[in-house]
């Protein structure tokens, strides 16, 4: 029992942060996969193509603050005003440009400027290792989201789904009112990072590409029912990377100090392992029951259960980089990742649709992998 606690005592902050994006994930998963039902193919492919213009909009609105914020939060440097001032003021101009390219949908422009917003919250919790309040305001958030965006749905219907995501995002803006409240803004801090920030804003431009833009080619190469089926299998992936990306949001800040938490890397990937081979093969069985109209999704998530081992060693190893302020290496590995996948999108997936793309995902993550790897011994052999 003393060994038990001891455990628990270690790894408190884990548990808390574990806990608060496991039901974050859930409730948003359950919401998520609720929608493809009620949606069905075609709706919910063409929700996921809008939802990924404003999750690259928003990317290019944060100018790289995410990583920037939780690295330098954590090292005690008051970074956090000067870039929270920067980052709104471009986040309200990249969504009016949005708002002038979607003249009669004002939904992904706020959506652009709320998603900023409590990005910039929870990096700062994240950064000074806040878990147990970034685990409750990322739950009530969610909570929120399910609540306006089905309320929404009803009225406005796929307009109303964005909306309500929104909206769910601005209760928390007071924090960013008390961090400016509390700390004086000084872009001296800013302008000697200008380095470590823009090399973020690459990272973070490459990460959204590359979560995004697939979408944008499967739309019109292969049409929303496909796009449906396809982004259905990503859901499923997201939640097969729950638990990887918890360790990631909580090796980041240790990484970025010294503490690599080795073990804990190791276990996690075996973890993946043991996901991949669950999925591939209970999807066959699960999802006729749950989702009927998604049928064509089986082997798109069996496919794509693969490439959950490879992301979970790129985690690892993005958070170590990081943490090591080695950004570029991080930057390279996304952008690898990027010039494999859309070459293979554009030529697996018209000779084999739908399936071609997800197996593009496997070769892309795989390779970004293995770069990962060989960047880690080849920096390793140099310090010996």
Do not use: C
Not at 83 to 104: D, E, K, P
Not at 153 to 165: A, H, K, N, P, R
Not at 192 to 218: E, Q
Not at 368 to 383: G, M, P
């Amino acid at each position: 029992m003393n060994k038990v606690k001891e455990f628990f005592s270690k790894f408190k902050d884990l548990s808390s942060l574990g806990l608060g994006v496991g039901i974050s994930n859930a409730i948003g998963g359950i919401f998520w996969f609720y929608m493809a039902a009620l949606l069905g193919t075609e709706k919910y492919g063409e929700v996921s193509y809008l939802i990924s213009i404003g999750v690259i909009a928003s990317m290019i609105a944060l100018i790289g603050s995410g990583n920037t914020i939780i690295v330098y939060a954590a090292k005690g440097v008051k970074i956090q005003p000067p870039m929270f001032l920067m980052v709104i003021l471009s986040s309200l101009i990249t969504s009016t440009i949005l708002f002038f390219i979607f003249v009669n949908d004002f939904s992904i422009s706020l959506y652009v400027i709320g998603y900023v917003i409590f990005m910039l919250i929870t990096s700062n919790l994240l950064g000074k290792k806040f878990y147990r309040n970034y685990s409750k305001f990322i739950i009530a958030q969610k909570i929120l989201m399910v609540a306006l965006a089905v309320g929404f749905f009803y009225v406005l219907e796929i307009q109303g789904i964005i909306l309500g995501i929104a909206v769910s995002f601005f209760p928390f803006g007071f924090l960013i009112y008390k961090e400016f409240k509390n700390t004086k803004i000084d872009f001296s801090l800013v302008s000697s990072r200008v380095g470590f920030i823009f090399n973020n804003y690459l990272l973070d431009l490459t990460n959204a590409f590359r979560g995004s833009l697939d979408k944008l080619i499967i739309a019109p190469l292969l049409g929303f029912g496909l796009l449906g089926n396809y982004q259905l299998g990503i859901q499923f992936m997201a939640m097969l990377h729950l638990v990887p990306g918890i360790i990631f949001q909580y090796t980041l800040a240790h990484d970025a100090t010294g503490n690599q938490n080795k073990l804990l890397k190791k276990i996690i990937i075996l973890f993946s392992v043991l996901l991949a081979i669950l999925s591939i093969i209970l999807a066959p069985i699960i999802l006729p029951i749950l989702f009927p109209k998604f049928i064509e999704a089986i082997e798109i998530i069996q496919i794509m259960s693969i490439s959950i081992i490879p992301a979970t060693v790129i985690t690892t190893y993005v958070s170590k980089f990081l943490g090591m302020a080695k950004s570029k290496i991080v930057i390279i590995g996304s952008g690898l990742y990027l010039g494999v996948q859309i070459p293979a999108i554009l030529i697996l997936g018209t000779i084999w649709g739908v399936n071609g793309s997800a197996i593009s995902i496997v070769i892309a993550s795989t390779v970004h992998a293995i770069y990962f790897i060989l960047v880690e011994r080849l920096l390793s052999k140099n310090r010996h």
